[in-house]
């Protein structure tokens, strides 16, 4: 998506406007199931959902302290699935030592600068319509960018995705003068001026700006990759291909097809798989909501067959039936589409960004945007992958709620990554990462390794429901190994300190617990001895973890 320095944000307008370009209608119709379960069962089934629906266990129900400004009920007899630790990954240029350092573990290499990549070059790069379909070299201006992406993943031991390139044009050079419109007076058109695949815009000669770029290539190129022992975990073909005549309309002026992404992702997976016979594959590395459900990019012959993501997958599942499978993972991302994917923080949106949470998981939130309906992302996924090619994992390859190095966006950060724990996300990766000491930094810490030595918010969910989550939420998680019940508890309220009443069921525990906390006030994260027979003291915008020896 959008880099630091041109953020996309997509608003009605905009998306409106792509919908009409790939030939969907304006608003798509999305169905709203009642939800079961904030937290899965043993089985995978869904577990309790509300208070009173938490069942009994031989170590009594979970009664939380009185006199607590909200209660947190958790019922650790019927574990879930393991959070997976590859929930914990970002987009960045961080140092190994800054990757430890927050415990996180897989890094991606993606976004738009992907698509258009010169591998053959290495350090050159278009900016497409983020910037006036320009060349550039994003500040690398030798060797090759993506080996010391992947030296650095290697040294701090974490994994690697990559998206390849397979629009079939790179840029030529890192000329920064170089660009596909120029305007004639030693400048270059801007995007707003160019136009999409579904208007009458000027049209680019693709070679002023670029070079052919072919399957063969590409696949030599990852060849010498795993030739020289890098690590290639997750390959995934380019980058949003459902915007390829917006994004890259310079060199892609006609609006892609449902067949086109098909083909184009079948034509470069099969080179990519024959030189890298152990990376997993990823696809198809879609935008946006309306994509995913909706009619874009539409169908070659301006039919209204199934929405696109049922239609690819059911495809990727015959072709795999036949053939050597060549989809592995379900590639999506996710931008909230209410107006928060900003740096703003005035009350309105601040209070908007954590409600915006809800999209990723609650049957009865109304999105607060053009779509004005249910969402429950991650669970509909699941069932489009499920109804389609079961068993296949998901990894939401880019996301963001924005304001990350703000309190409020570090809340939000530190909610959804305990939804994608709790809602059985096997990846993810933010776009791009919040800087070093930042609030946003601190949220990936309390989840990635809160006590600086490499512990985790891990082990196998457990149902936690809380009395008022628009305050206080929380998440639980049952590690057996560690011995430990871990409980993360987010105050979302910026200016009021509040308690929370923990009582646990299912597991018998220590009534003490090992707190660590960070809160703005703090410089780093602090660990203190709480007793939760009492209300647990919770800072204004703080992240909390309670360690809770199991007895």
């Given at each position: 998506m959008?880099?630091?320095?041109?953020?996309r944000?997509?608003?009605?307008a905009t998306?409106?406007?792509l919908?009409?370009?790939?030939?969907g209608?304006?608003?798509p119709?999305f169905?709203?199931?009642?939800a079961?379960?904030?937290?899965?069962?043993?089985?995978?089934?869904?577990?309790?959902?509300?208070?009173?629906?938490?069942?009994?266990?031989?170590?009594g129900?979970?009664?939380?302290?009185?006199?607590?400004?909200?209660?947190v009920?958790?019922d650790?007899?019927?574990?879930?699935?393991?959070?997976?630790?590859?929930?914990?990954?970002?987009?960045?240029?961080l140092?190994?030592?800054?990757?430890?350092d927050?415990?996180?573990?897989?890094?991606?290499?993606?976004?738009?600068?992907a698509?258009r990549?010169?591998y053959?070059n290495?350090?050159?790069?278009?900016?497409g319509?983020?910037?006036?379909?320009?060349n550039?070299?994003?500040?690398?201006t030798?060797g090759?960018?993506?080996?010391?992406?992947?030296?650095?993943?290697?040294e701090?031991?974490v994994m690697s995705?990559?998206?390849?390139?397979?629009?079939?044009?790179v840029?030529?050079?890192?000329d920064?003068?170089v660009?596909?419109?120029?305007n004639?007076?030693?400048?270059c058109?801007?995007?707003?001026?160019?136009g999409?695949?579904s208007g009458?815009g000027?049209?680019?000669?693709?070679?002023?700006?670029?070079v052919?770029?072919?399957?063969?290539g590409?696949?030599e190129y990852?060849?010498?990759?795993?030739?020289d022992?890098?690590?290639?975990?997750?390959?995934?073909?380019?980058?949003e291909?459902?915007l390829?005549g917006?994004?890259?309309?310079?060199?892609?002026?006609r609006?892609?097809?449902?067949?086109?992404v098909?083909?184009?992702?079948l034509?470069?997976?099969?080179?990519?798989?024959a030189?890298?016979?152990?990376?997993?594959?990823?696809?198809?590395?879609?935008?946006?909501?309306?994509?995913y459900?909706?009619t874009?990019?539409?169908?070659?012959?301006?039919?209204?067959?199934?929405?696109?993501l049922?239609?690819?997958l059911?495809?990727?599942k015959?072709?795999?039936?036949?053939g050597?499978?060549?989809?592995?993972?379900?590639?999506?991302?996710?931008?909230?589409?209410?107006?928060?994917?900003?740096?703003?923080?005035?009350?309105?949106?601040?209070a908007?960004?954590l409600?915006?949470?809800?999209?990723?998981w609650?049957?009865?939130?109304?999105?607060?945007?053009?779509?004005?309906?249910t969402?429950?992302f991650?669970?509909?996924?699941?069932?489009t992958?499920?109804?389609?090619?079961?068993?296949?994992?998901m990894?939401?390859?880019e996301?963001?709620?924005?304001a990350?190095e703000?309190?409020?966006?570090?809340?939000?950060i530190a909610e959804?990554l305990?939804?994608?724990?709790?809602?059985g996300?096997d990846?993810?990766?933010?776009?791009?990462?919040p800087?070093?000491?930042?609030?946003?930094?601190?949220?990936?810490k309390?989840?990635g390794?809160?006590?600086?030595?490499?512990?985790?918010f891990?082990?196998s969910?457990v149902?936690?429901?809380?009395s008022?989550?628009?305050?206080?939420?929380?998440?639980?998680?049952?590690?057996?190994?560690?011995?430990?019940?871990?409980?993360?508890?987010i105050?979302?309220?910026?200016?009021?300190?509040?308690?929370?009443?923990v009582?646990?069921?299912?597991?018998?525990?220590t009534s003490?617990?090992?707190a660590?906390?960070?809160?703005p006030?703090?410089?780093?994260i602090?660990?203190?001895?709480?007793?939760i027979t009492?209300?647990?003291?919770?800072a204004?915008?703080s992240?909390?973890?309670l360690?809770?020896?199991?007895?």
């Open positions: 959008g880099r630091r320095a041109t953020i944000c997509l608003g009605l998306l409106a406007a919908a009409a370009a790939c030939g209608s304006d608003t119709t169905d709203s199931r009642p079961t379960s904030s937290a899965p069962g043993a089985d995978g089934s869904a577990g309790p959902a509300r208070p009173e629906d938490t069942s009994s266990s031989s170590v129900t979970p009664t939380p302290p009185a006199d607590s400004d909200v209660e009920r958790i650790a007899s019927a574990p879930g699935a393991a959070i997976s630790p590859l929930i914990l990954g970002v987009s960045s240029t140092t190994a030592a800054e990757l430890q927050a415990g996180l573990t897989l890094n991606s290499w993606g976004g738009n600068p698509t990549f010169n053959m290495g350090h050159a790069w278009n900016h319509s983020d910037y006036e379909f320009r550039t070299n994003y500040g690398v030798s090759d960018a993506l080996r010391i992406t992947l030296d650095t993943n290697a701090a031991g995705r990559v998206a390849v390139p397979t629009l079939g044009w840029a030529k050079n890192d920064t003068d660009c596909s419109f120029p004639g007076d030693g400048g058109l801007p995007a707003s001026e160019v999409t695949c009458d000027p049209v680019a000669d693709p070679t002023t700006a670029n052919p770029s072919t399957p063969e590409v696949a990852v060849r010498g990759l795993v030739a022992g890098y690590d290639l975990d997750i390959i995934a073909m380019d980058n291909p459902d390829w917006v994004t890259h309309y310079d060199v892609h002026p609006c892609p097809t449902y067949e086109e098909l083909d184009t992702y034509t470069y997976a099969s080179a990519v798989r030189v890298a016979p152990d990376a997993k594959l990823a696809g198809p590395v879609m935008c946006c909501w309306y994509d459900w909706g874009a990019p539409g169908p070659a012959d301006d039919s209204e067959p199934e929405d696109f049922t239609w690819f059911t495809k990727m015959e072709h795999d039936q036949t050597e499978r060549l989809l592995d993972y379900v590639d999506v991302h996710y931008y909230p589409q209410s107006d928060v994917f900003n740096d703003e923080i005035d009350e309105s949106t601040s908007r960004r409600r915006s949470t809800q999209s990723l609650d049957p009865d939130y109304v999105d607060e945007s053009w779509i004005g309906q969402i429950r991650i669970p509909r996924m699941r069932e992958i499920e109804a389609t090619y079961p068993g296949t994992p990894i939401i390859s996301w963001s709620f924005g990350e703000t309190v409020n966006g570090a809340d939000a959804v305990g939804i994608y724990g709790r809602e996300v990846a993810a990766a933010y776009w791009r990462h800087d070093v000491g930042t609030p946003g930094w601190f949220a990936f309390m989840h390794n809160y006590d600086s030595q490499g512990s985790r891990g082990g969910v149902s936690t429901i809380t008022a989550s628009d305050r206080v939420n929380a998440f639980g998680a049952l590690d057996t190994d560690a011995g430990l019940l871990r409980v993360m508890l105050n979302k309220s910026a200016d009021t300190a509040l308690t929370a009443g009582g646990v069921a299912g597991v018998s525990t003490s617990a090992t660590y906390s960070w809160s006030d703090d410089a780093a602090v660990s203190s001895t709480v007793d009492a209300p647990v003291a919770l204004p915008s992240i909390t973890v360690e809770l020896q199991l007895a």
